[in-house]
């Protein structure tokens, strides 16, 4: 479905119960007062962390993580989440401050002491949010792990089998929903995304490249995908409608 607002989901691993509660209850109140729609989700357990993380990796703005857990790391789960979300905004909460510098190699977002955390925690997930909000479109849909968050940045095409319609992305590979093409076509913003033949939709902000002479469009200079010859033409002009509009 298409989102008419924009819920910030916020994932949170600590475990120290009791810091994790107050961690929670403080950037509650904070999204809250600012009346921003927003759901966390708390593990004091970095192992179900992460069986919750791989089925669902797609359902979080921004992680927040404690360095030193038993089981898994801080710094294992930043490399694990970073192997299925590159571009994840993760915060790591610790009082051992001596690890700033490998923090941010780890490809932290923000490194905080717990020290004195809340004032720039909620600096940062606030810049976070305004960063997410303005990459703006993703699709919600649902999945036997609950809502599941598909951004449209991540999505490059989406083609028809039988009943189902394949989302091809390019952090998650392959993602089947129960959904026909065209009520998925419906419930998509019609700016992004383009039917290119009765079985195919494409991102058009992953062209690049048209090629008339093999009815095809190249995707990230690599991934080829046909379109039929009649919706080339009509290709080209959705494409330089959306770049006047500034939308590609």
Known sequence: MREMFFLFYIAICDDDSAVMHEISDKVSIFFTEKQ?????????NASVFWADMKECINRYDVFILDLEMPGLSGKE??????????????????????FVYDGYEWGVYRFI???NYEGRLLSALMQVYKNVEAEKGFYLYHSPDGE?????????????SAKNSIFHTKSCGDIPLRISLAKLYNELDPEVFCFVDRSCIININHI???KKETNSVTLLETINVTISKSKINK?????????YRGNV
Do not use: G, V
């Open 36 to 44: 921003i729609p927003h759901k966390i989700y708390c593990f004091e």
């Open 77 to 98: 789960l930043i490399q694990q989440i970073k192997q299925l979300r590159n571009d994840a905004y993760i915060i790591l909460l610790t009082c051992h401050e001596q």
């Open 113 to 115: 002491s717990k020290a």
């Open 148 to 160: 599941q968050k598909l951004y449209y940045k991540d999505i490059l095409y989406i083609t028809k």
């Open 208 to 210: 690049t490249s048209i």
């Open 235 to 243: 290709l080209h002009i959705f494409m330089n409608e959306n770049w």
